[in-house]
């Protein structure tokens, strides 16, 4: 296990203390928390742009528009099923 030493702004750091001791739980396990859920909403909005730019290219090259829309409306809506998960 790796340690990080972080500096936080006063605010910052007393709204992160206000939040430790309403959920009763360690400042590290606070921190790393928010971290895990960071991190994993950086990975759909990474999976969402790059779903987003395939779907352009895709309507780019097929020469029909309804294939290409109904992929567009279908892909995107399975993608926010994924996101909401």
Known sequence: MKSILLKLD???????????KSEKTSRSNYIKTA???????QKKRALEEQMVREVELLKE??????LKESFQTTSLIDLQKYLDA
């Open 61 to 66: 090259s097929d020469p029909d528009k309804e």
């Open 10 to 20: 006063d605010k910052l750091f007393e709204e992160t203390e206000k939040q430790v």
């Open 35 to 41: 971290i895990e859920q960071y991190n994993s909403w």
